[in-house]
């Protein structure tokens, strides 16, 4: 039988570790210096954990965990007091309206709101769907300018499913938000939800005939750094990018990286040039290159990338780092982590100079998300 | 009449740890059974039906020792005293 989980007991300035798995979420927390790190889990064993959060806005912290089965169906969880208990569990706050003909497979991904709106949490589920809630997750409700969007007839499946993975909301206006789904491509919205514009502009979708549909793309991941919002950086199914006008237009940026291929990214907390991303050899082999587990890292917003190796496997190492599955914490000198397919946790505290193995034994890691404790 | 719906071990919790769900009255049916145990404990219901009011596709319903989908789908005439079992499909890792 699985441990019994006790949650993280964790004050201002720790740090806590989200690691979301096919077979339950799992804990991890330590002191502001990530030198040592306590495990507890796994949360809702034998359950899929594809996406969690820390609510890091309210008066108390807010731990999200999205857990499901293909059996049982998926719903949402929370926690006040970082996993200790758990409520969600009788509830399905997450239904698509019956007359959408659309039912819930799975959350992929949960995001707080802007701060200016504390109640506000919005949600990417598949088949592709933002969710939001205005009252601090007791209820959600489809976007119904993205549920009825012309496009959904014309967006088809990726091989982890119609997933909507990332929404990126403009920290200074409430009216715009950018989401990206897989396969779909990026959209962005200028009126508060009402209507959604592909912004594909530049990138590529190298399985259509059509290289430059609208839309169509195969977007894997797209961040940007809330003191730069309109900047965006975007890891394609083939494919890195930026665009620097919120989606209107994309710049190839794969400047010395071993393979455009890839999964995840993650923003550097402190530094707006600075991005990560884990490249995989191919869509045929979705395996680190070279059988080496590299990071790479831009430092100059995609003009260069460079490895970071050190305290990584350089040997035997056919890894696979999904798109949720990179993170950082806000902390000082930027923690960053990653978990694999095969169920090891690294970590670094050094913005990515030096990596240590958190733990090793995981089940299948698929969501990895990072928080420093208000 | 008197209808018994049994749980498997993983939709237990939701119905305070216990493993089955007596419904009484006419049910008629399978789907009818369904429906009084919507009423009765919905996040079963909520767990083996998708928010269209379809079975889950992993998930597997038996009358007696019987599988629905071979006996009528959730048209399936339910007797005074079966068992209505549930189990989630041998799938997966």
Known sequence: MPQTTTGVPADSGDVVLMVGTTKGAFLFHSG???????????????????????????AGPVLWAAAG??????????SDDFGATWSGKDERPVKFPEESGLSLSR???????????????????????????????????AVPGFLGHE????????????????ILPDPGDPARTVVALSTGGVYRSDDGGETWRPRNQGVRAEFLPDKHPEFGQCVH????HPSRPGRLFLQNH?????????????????????????????????????????????????CTPEAKLRVYRTRDAGDSWEPLTEGLPQEDAYETVLRDALDTDQATGCGVYFGTRSGRLYGSRDGGDHWTAIHEGLPPVVCVKAALVP | MSVRVVLPSQLREL?????????????????????????????????????RSELRPHVNVFVGREDIRWSGGLDTPVRDGVDIVILPSVSGG
């Not at chain 1, 796994?42 to 806005?57: I, K, N, S, T």
């Not at chain 1, 990417?124 to 969710?131: D, N």
Request: hydrophobic share 40%; charged share 25%.
């Open chain 1, 32 to 58: 502001s210096d990530r030198a040592s790190w306590k495990t507890d889990g796994p949360h809702f064993p034998g359950e899929e954990v594809y996406a969690m959060a820390l609510d890091r806005r309210g």
């Open chain 1, 69 to 78: 089965n293909p059996f049982w169906g998926c719903t949402l969880r929370r």
């Open chain 1, 107 to 141: 959350i992929w991904q949960i995001r707080p709101g802007r701060d200016s709106e504390p109640d506000h949490i919005l949600l990417g589920v598949e088949p592709a769907c933002l969710f939001e809630s205005r009252d601090g997750g007791d209820s959600f409700e």
């Open chain 1, 151 to 166: 496009h959904r007839e014309r967006w088809t499946p990726g091989a982890g499913g119609l997933c909507l993975h990332t």
């Open chain 1, 221 to 224: 991941k797209v961040v940007h």
């Open chain 1, 238 to 286: 083939w494919g890195l990018y930026r665009s620097d006008d919120w989606g209107d237009s994309w710049q190839d940026i794969a400047n010395g990286v071993p393979s455009d291929f890839g999964f995840a990214m993650a923003m550097h907390a402190h530094d707006p040039d600075t991005v990560f991303i884990v490249p995989l050899e191919a869509d045929t082999f979705r």
């Open chain 2, 15 to 51: 119905n305070d740890g216990r493993r089955v769900i007596d419904l009484a009255g006419a049910v008629g049916t399978v789907a009818g059974a369904f429906e009084a145990l919507r009423v009765r404990v919905p996040a079963v219901y909520d767990r083996v039906f998708t928010e």
